[in-house]
């Protein structure tokens, strides 16, 4: 999952326990010192989770910190799928600095990645309580909405988020793609485009190129998408999604062969993307390709059990 924003003061808070120790008499080991580092920055979250809990259990981190380490090995349990002890997690966290914004946004952005988006929201709610303008709350609750598909909702939130902070890429991306879904096209790239002014070169510029290509899309500039696409995977070429979109422009355009191989690239980058092998599985199809068709939609239900566009491909196939 994508890291989840840990109060501002996570570091200092932690650092000032260890200072705290020091004048106290005691001898940080070395051992000590690596645990910290691979908690917060460990090679595998199985190696920050084992991290965290010796510094939980070695009773040498109080307070803050030790509210920080909880938040810590929550990341790390939420990128392991583990939902109930990254909660737990969390709600310790919370125990010990409740009022603290950061903390509730953190459990806002753990319950959005397991889909628990109406929790989300009450925690979002309680952040603001706390900080009304907290820049990552408002953002958080977008994103929320944008998962709920209720995008007028999830448009306020980010304008919201970026009346705090007019420079905030992330927000403008998150509100191009509200005004995306809601077809308000004109809007979707004003936004865009002020995300890319913004910081050029960076992977949220190649962010906002990708949806610009979408929008294009949308609009049946089939030619000014794949440009897009390209640019985007010029800056960022570890991105599924611009794969994808380059994918289902080249089925638009009929060439089902070279959009195969491009659902097949973000399929290697995210091979959890269901939506990469249903259109695969369309292109499949088309070429008269039945069976692998049958084994992408098969695929992509597997990973998306509700989706009925998924299930009405695959039940086509049988008639």
């Not at 980010?158 to 991306?173: G, I, M």
């Not at 499949?284 to 491909?313: M, S």
């Amino acid at each position: 999952m994508a890291s989840v924003e840990q109060s501002p003061n996570g570091t200092f808070s932690r650092a000032l326990c260890v200072w705290a120790a020091l004048i106290a008499g005691f001898i940080i080991s070395p051992a000590f010192a690596d645990d910290e580092s691979d908690c917060n920055r460990g090679e595998s979250p199985e190696v920050m989770v084992e991290a965290c809990t010796r510094l939980i259990g070695g009773g040498a981190v109080e307070g803050n910190g030790l509210a920080d380490t909880f938040t810590s090995r929550a990341h790390a349990y939420a990128r392991l799928g583990r939902l109930e002890d990254s909660e737990n997690d969390v709600a310790r966290a919370i125990e010990l600095d409740p009022h603290n914004a950061g903390r509730y946004v953190t459990q806002a952005r753990i319950r959005n990645y397991f889909k628990r988006y109406d929790a989300a929201l009450d925690s979002v709610e309680r952040a603001l309580a706390i900080d009304p303008k907290h820049r990552t709350a408002l953002n958080t609750r977008g994103v929320a909405y944008l998962r709920l598909k209720d995008y007028r909702a999830a448009v306020e939130a980010f304008t919201k988020s970026l009346e705090v902070d007019p420079r905030w890429t992330l927000a403008y991306n998150n509100r191009c793609r509200a005004h995306l879904e809601l077809a308000h096209y004109d809007l979707a790239l004003q936004d865009c485009n002020k995300s890319i002014r913004i910081r050029r070169q960076s992977h949220s510029a190649a962010t906002a190129i990708y949806y610009r290509g979408r929008i294009y899309f949308e609009l049946g500039l089939v030619g000014s998408a794949i440009i897009e696409f390209d640019q985007a995977l010029e800056i960022a070429s570890d991105r599924p999604h611009p794969y994808q979109g380059r994918g289902m422009a080249y089925a638009r355009l009929g060439q089902y062969e070279q959009a195969i191989a491009e659902f097949g690239k973000a399929i290697e980058l995210y091979p959890e993307m269901h939506s990469a092998f249903f259109h695969r599985g369309q292109s499949y199809w088309v070429l008269g390709e039945l069976e692998l068709a049958r084994q992408d939609f098969e695929a992509a239900i597997a990973l998306d059990p509700e989706n009925d566009l998924y299930k009405g491909a695959l039940g086509g196939l049988d008639r």
